[in-house]
């Protein structure tokens, strides 16, 4: 079955530390992928997307993510993280074809002031 | 420009019961999907509907059944409600289909 995996359930960091956060999907054929954000109290808001090209994408609030294809991977990452960044952020993918997306289960990150 | 809205923002119903939630899209949009997201879980694909037909589908019970108007608007109805049906029921509108912009949700509870 298609599934999205996000490793780190919690992350805590202090403000200015770097972050990465995993996304690992189980899919062998075409994917879009998709990173959303919901800080506390909002709605989900797309944070950034990839569909072909190049596999580093800048998305906003400089927020990037790397797509890997030979992992299975689109991994988030923030150079420098600020206490705004504190939200629960969900990695998504939908299958080539498909208008599906499959979820993980979130990473909730704190930052600390 | 109005983004999605649900309505209504929370619900409370007894096991048994039927219930409609209702969704607006983001003007432009033609497309819509629905999503139960339980406590502590991301979103799951309940199904899309464009041109007022259901276009996909993903694995839940025939209980679970939509609409879609012809303004675009949408109702997902759920009957003979079970406990295990609370969570919140994220809509999603979309101008092509790929992308995805959410609603804040309508959170169920079913007692």
């Known amino acids: 079955a298609q599934s999205v995996s996000q490793h780190n359930h919690h992350v805590i960091l202090s403000e200015a530390a770097s972050l990465e956060l995993g996304c690992n999907y189980s899919y062998g054929g075409t994917v879009n992928l998709f990173w959303y954000v919901q800080y506390p109290g909002q709605h989900l808001q797309l944070l950034l997307k990839y569909f072909s090209g190049d596999p580093l994408v800048k998305g906003i609030k400089g927020f990037e993510a790397e797509f890997i294809k030979s992992k299975f991977s689109f991994n988030l990452r923030k150079p420098s993280v600020q206490w705004s960044d504190t939200a629960e952020y969900f990695c998504?993918?939908?299958?080539?074809?498909?208008?599906?997306?499959?979820f993980g289960t979130g990473t909730r990150l704190k930052v600390l002031a | 420009d109005a983004g999605v809205t649900q309505s209504p923002t929370h619900l409370i119903k007894t096991r048994g019961q039927q219930v409609t939630l209702r969704c607006s899209p983001k003007?432009?949009?033609?497309?819509v999907s629905w999503y139960q997201q339980a406590l502590g879980q991301g979103p799951q694909f309940i199904f899309q509907y464009y041109e007022e037909e259901e276009r996909q589908r993903g694995n839940f019970p025939d209980r679970f059944s939509g609409h879609q108007f012809p303004n675009y608007s949408s109702e997902l109805n759920v009957n003979a409600l079970l406990l295990g049906d609370s969570a919140l029921y994220l809509c999603?509108?979309?101008?092509?289909?790929?992308?995805?912009?959410f609603g804040a949700g309508t959170r169920l509870s079913v007692l």
């Open positions: 003007s432009g949009h033609d497309t």
């Open positions: 999603a509108s979309s101008p092509d289909g790929n992308i995805q912009y």
């Open positions: 998504a993918v939908a299958p080539s074809g498909t208008y599906k997306y499959i």
